[in-house]
T-cell receptor, first 113, second 114 residues
Framework: AQSVTQPDIHITVSEGASLELRCNYSYGATPYLFWYVQSPGQGLQLLLKYFSGDTLVQGIKGFEAEFKRSQSSFNLRKPSVHWSDAAEYFCAVGAGYGNKLVFGAGTILRVKS | DTGVSQDPRHKITKRGQNVTFRCDPISEHNRLYWYRQTLGQGPEFLTYFQNEAQLEKSRLLSDRFSAERPKGSFSTLEIQRTEQGDSAMYLC????????????FGSGTQLSVL
């Protein structure tokens, strides 16, 4: 069965510092991978997705992620974090014919000034 | 606003009562998904529709849960005889249904069972 592991429950970074959120997946075939962000009271918003092709994917708000098949990873990065990036981040793998998503447990990002 | 709409935003009910939630997807989207999210967890898949056909149901969806999408547009999720363990955020999402397509999520219905 498909699964996603986000090893870090909470991460705190200083504003302006770089960020990397880890994601490992388990899926038998070529995965479709997604990163979503959820702010309090808001729906899940897509940051970026990997479908095929270039393994370095650019997303919105200055985020990028790199797909590494050998490590079964899809880590999210941002070179300089802004206070408005504080939110919960979810990695997900697209599974099965129905394109349903299997989500990780999420990583809560705190930004300190 | 042409996003995914969910109603109500919040629902408080007593154990044993029935509740119904509504989801209005983006109008041209033929796929509609229901997820459940509890505190500290990511969303968990419950069920999905292709137009009006319910194509897959998770084992999480006990027989107290029923979902419909009668005309392939809006959907309802009903929980009968609610239990405290049903307290969660219920999320609806929709998509065009193409392979690898992203899902557009609503803001959810927060259910509290007392």
């Amino acid at each position: 069965a498909q699964s996603v592991t986000q090893p870090d429950i909470h991460i705190t970074v200083s504003e302006g510092a770089s960020l990397e959120l880890r994601c490992n997946y388990s899926y038998g075939a070529t995965p479709y991978l997604f990163w979503y962000v959820q702010s309090p009271g808001q729906g899940l918003q897509l940051l970026l997705k990997y479908f095929s092709g270039d393994t370095l994917v650019q997303g919105i708000k200055g985020f990028e992620a790199e797909f590494k098949r050998s490590q079964s990873s899809f880590n999210l990065r941002k070179p300089s974090v802004h206070w408005s990036d504080a939110a919960e981040y979810f990695c997900a793998v697209g599974a099965g014919y129905g394109n349903k998503l299997v989500f990780g447990a999420g990583t809560i990002l705190r930004v300190k000034s | 606003d042409t996003g995914v709409s969910q109603d109500p935003r919040h629902k408080i009910t007593k154990r044993g009562q029935n509740v119904t939630f509504r989801c209005d997807p983006i109008s041209e989207h033929n796929r509609l998904y229901w997820y459940r999210q509890t505190l500290g967890q990511g969303p968990e898949f419950l069920t999905y529709f292709q137009n009006e056909a319910q194509l897959e149901k998770s084992r999480l969806l006990s027989d107290r849960f029923s979902a419909e999408r009668p005309k392939g547009s809006f959907s309802t999720l009903e929980i009968q005889r609610t239990e405290q363990g049903d307290s969660a955020m219920y999320l609806c999402a929709s998509s065009l249904g193409r392979v690898g397509e992203k899902l557009f999520f609503g803001s959810g219905t927060q259910l509290s069972v007392l």
